[in-house]
């Protein structure tokens, strides 16, 4: 298959494109380097050396004796999506081109209108591209399973059958979205089922839990073992999610901090994991014009107080010292709550995930062992401080959480320009 | 009150604010004046010969004997939204300044993209100023009853009770929007929900039907009428809506069109009752800090085949001659459906429809007779031929339907500007 990966330098893409070169498709891939800018913001830097564009297109052709074709250019540049679509005629395009951070989009008004403008536009360019230039494509779009937000009710993937007041309908499953982020990527989830329906187009939206971890097979094992082909791997407040930012914490002997009571429950999957599903979704597209498919892909579900004792325990057996300490909440959400997701949608298609969590997370800690320095160079940056009210406020531990509150401080007025991150001590 | 209304030069936003005035609240407003700029651009012109903002402030001082303070700007601004919240201190926010054409929207990649930028970026913009300067300020926001889409089950007000598996939840209500316009609103829904519950915003989110009619008695009656308080009246394809555009056709003589088999059902109010519905909100704002309130606001479902008989009818009995042709639908939507929607919010407080259906029509040609020539003028303008599938072609009566199709046009690469529309006949 001809395979075009949006967002092809990111945390998911460049692995993807790994493995599907592994499996022998043809791959080409779009990415504007944004992230790496806005974890700069942050104050951050991927704990993994990554390397430029230029070397991992280097990597790629000494590994699988052929080019990636890569286009430096922006989504939001309706010129080069269609130019990319024409030239490369792709059979699936994956878009996981997005700004993908919630406290990111929740540092102020302009981060919020960024992440709508950034996220929205690229997907309706590649929406309106496909239509005009490329109809037969698959579009694999990356959604989260935080679109639906956490509701009291099991949670199919994308559609349920309701009755009301005696009579019956199949409808979209209402979202309740917790950040900006996550409610552009509920917009993106419309508009897309919004194309399908009126212009025949072919999607699979993913809903994807929360990824972990370093590793896909196709980075090579062992002495075939290629540095030059790591994925990023972030531990910063804004772009390191759970497991992977106490794995962080871990290895630099800084506390495990679970926001809140840690009972917030979620989907999990391992790296290797997703870029599975991603492959099955590929590779197995719906077959009738119009079809507007969602899978809800994850592993298993936890909460975030059991991740940190799992990746504690783990790094105990691997001779560090971790400690647990909670944080009062930066964000707006429930922390303990009912959560009953269905992904029955990937197990179907032959899902298996391919270790337990335990052992991921030891090869984990086990790969950012030797880049233990450039996460403490950014240790900063892992420290909770933008807060869902709009102040910017660092996270104290629960325990000391009575002390009297800080001054609220709004946005200030006219900073048109996204500032760089300054975290304030308390 | 004080209240501040945003799109205050539009066909709402103008006798909203004399209707307020009238009522003794202090008014102050904003615009851009980019809806005259569009129904330039779709080649027509309001068939109400509308004043300048300058002549508008000057007629309303002479009405009331004081101001109004009026802002020259755009929401897309966030200083400019600061600035005037800080300013006037608003009791109420009505926003009313979003571009509110589906088929403009759907005119190609570049406008549907501008729709989402422009409406989604205004209203964020409110969402944090409010927030940051205004937090007891009630937001009274115009959604659209195209939300909802046309369900196969009642359409309740913003949200209803499910029970899924065995459990039961309160959840919005989900959406299927027929066009990018209304994707906007949809998506502009979600993100005040989020902040309702997450800032404790107060807000009233209108799902209005569709508005006809040309007066309101601030405006004056008989020999107070004060021309110059007249509000705008489109007819063309983009921001004409049915029973306004089928006024407009009946006045020149031009066959009503009714788009496809015309059982298209919607719910429908007069102008003067979309006025007396706001004022009702503004005047009972929701009492509970985050309160996120729906109200569905129309009089009464009609389909556009019925609509267009009825405008057909009362025409005859004042003189005219019109006579009815079905044109191909340039949209894609369900022809004959079941359509339910709830209405009780209003009517529990106060809403009573002010005039038949027919009374209304009536007033409203004989307002529109004087201004016959403005809209023979423009009488192109009312031709459909932007289609839902992106191609641009003029529909054709139903009965000359079934012509070999003219090929699929897509729209043009590059073209990053908005452009004039060019009405191209088969």
């Known amino acids: 298959m001809r395979i075009l990966i949006a967002g092809i330098d990111g945390y998911l893409g460049w692995p993807l494109a790994l493995h599907l070169a592994a499996r022998g498709h043809d791959v080409a891939g779009i990415d504007s380097f ?27 052709e000494d590994r699988f004796g052929r080019r990636l074709k890569f286009y430096d250019g922006n989504l939001c540049d309706y010129d080069t999506v269609v130019r990319m679509l024409c030239e490369f005629e792709p059979d699936t395009v994956v878009h996981l081109g ?23 536009t690229g997907t309706l360019h590649l929406l309106y591209g496909l239509r005009d230039y490329c109809p037969q494509a698959h579009l ?109 914490q871990a290895l630099i002997g800084m506390p495990l901090t679970p926001y809140g009571k840690g009972g917030q429950k979620r989907g999990f999957l391992a790296l290797r994991d997703s870029i599975q599903c991603f492959t099955l979704a590929i590779e197995n597209p719906p077959q009738t014009e119009g079809a507007y498919r969602v899978f809800n892909q994850f592993a298993d579900t936890y909460t975030i107080s059991d991740l940190a004792e799992t990746v504690a325990r783990v790094g105990r057996q691997m001779g560090l010292a971790p400690t647990i300490q909670h944080l009062e909440n930066p964000r707006r959400e429930a922390e303990e709550h009912y959560y009953n997701p269905d992904n029955a949608g990937l197990l179907a298609l ?18 950012l ?41 709004p946005a200030s007025v006219g900073a048109l320009a996204l500032r760089p991150v300054l975290n304030e001590k308390p």
Not at 355 to 365: F, G, K, M, S, Y
């Open 350 to 367: 032959g899902y298996k995930p391919t270790h337990d969590i335990a052992t991921e997370i030891a090869l984990t800690l086990a790969d």
């Open 98 to 120: 997005e700004m993908p951070s919630a406290p990111y989009s929740m540092v102020d008004v302009h981060h919020a209108v960024f992440t709508h403008t950034n996220n929205l």
């Open 140 to 248: 694999v779009k990356l959604g989260t399973m935080g679109e639906y937000g956490t509701p009291n009710i099991d949670i199919p993937e994308g559609f349920f059958e309701v009755e009301f007041r005696g009579r019956k309908e199949r409808l979209p499953f209402p979202c309740q979205p917790p950040s900006m982020y996550h409610l552009t990527k509920v917009h993106d989830s419309a508009n897309i089922r919004f194309a399908c329906r009126v212009w025949g187009l072919k999607s699979t939206d993913i809903m994807q839990g929360v990824v972990f971890g370093t590793r896909v097979d196709a980075m090579g094992q062992g002495p075939d073992w290629d540095q030059r082909l790591c994925t990023r791997f972030d531990f910063d407040q804004s772009f390191g999610t759970a497991i992977n930012r106490f794995c962080a």
């Open 34 to 60: 944004q992230r790496r800018a806005w974890v700069a913001e942050t104050g951050s830097q991927s704990a993994t050396p990554i390397r430029s564009m230029n070397e991992r297109l280097a990597a790629f």
């Open 369 to 409: 062992a030797p880049h233990a320095e450039r996460i403490r160079f950014a240790r900063d940056a892992v420290q909770p401080d933008i807060r869902w009210d709009g102040t910017r406020r660092a996270s104290r531990s629960v325990a000391q959480a009575d002390r009297p509150k800080v001054p609220r401080r």
